[in-house]
T-cell receptor, first 113, second 113 residues
Framework: DVKVTQSSRYLVKRTGEKVFLECVQDMDHENMFWYRQDPGLGLRLIYF???????EKGDIPEGYSVSREKKERFSLILESASTNQTSMYLCASSLLSGTYEQYFGPGTRLTVT | GNSVTQMEGPVTLSEEAFLTINCTYTATGYPSLFWYVQYPGEGLQLLLKATKADDKGSNKGFEATYRKETTSFHLEKGSVQVSDSAVYFC????????????FGTGTRLKVLA
């Protein structure tokens, strides 16, 4: 059974803290993605990685960075958390070709106070 | 640019009613089309997909046909159940000039017993 796991389901952080969200997939997928999901806005792509140490900015990268040191792991970093980063964060992975579906993790609901 | 438009929700139906959720897309090239479902508190799961024109994707009683002439991929189910209550997302990938997966904003379905 294929699996994408995220390090936390719920997280509460204070404004200004550095936040790490981790994602691990066991399917040997080349592509990994970070999205945020907000009511009425659907899924918005933050960052994308198509290989180890390779990354591309998505639609809303400001305030975020990512790290992919190993193929199976993709980390999202909030350098200095702000209240407008309170959201649901979803990680996904897929094979390299765009004809293949994405597999999603369960999500991390982050609250920044 | 590439985009996905799906009908606004929420959609409220009685059990055993017929379901249609409309999805239209704009894309260059030959994208693959997907429907994902998100149950409360979970990540997105692939429901069905179609990779070329006139393909029909089907799963768990749901169906959608890739209509290139109308650029549509409407989701249908003949008889919904309470357990189908969820948020449904239409998406495309593999359009020319982009690696991205493009998601609609989601349609919430509520099925009443």
């Amino acid at each position: 059974d294929v699996k994408v796991t995220q390090s936390s389901r719920y997280l509460v952080k204070r404004t200004g803290e550095k936040v790490f969200l981790e994602c691990v997939q066991d399917m040997d997928h080349e592509n990994m993605f970070w999205y945020r999901q907000d009511p009425g806005l659907g899924l918005r792509l933050i960052y994308f990685s198509y290989d180890v140490k390779m990354k591309e900015k998505g639609d809303i990268p400001e305030g975020y960075s990512v790290s992919r040191e190993k193929k199976e792991r993709f980390s999202l970093i909030l350098e200095s958390a702000s209240t407008n980063q309170t959201s649901m964060y979803l990680c996904a992975s897929s094979l390299l070709s765009g004809t293949y579906e994405q597999y999603f993790g369960p999500g991390t609901r982050l609250t920044v106070t | 640019g590439n985009s996905v438009t799906q009908m606004e929700g929420p959609v409220t139906l009685s059990e055993e009613a017929f379901l249609t959720i409309n999805c239209t897309y704009t894309a260059t090239g030959y994208p693959s089309l997907f429907w994902y479902v998100q149950y409360p508190g979970e990540g997105l799961q692939l429901l069905l997909k179609a990779t070329k024109a006139d393909d029909k994707g089907s799963n768990k009683g749901f169906e959608a046909t890739y209509r290139k002439e109308t650029t549509s991929f409407h989701l249908e189910k003949g008889s919904v159940q309470v357990s189908d209550s969820a948020v449904y997302f239409c998406a495309l990938s593999g359009a020319s000039g982009t690696y991205k997966y493009i998601f609609g904003t989601g349609t919430r379905l509520k099925v009443l017993a």
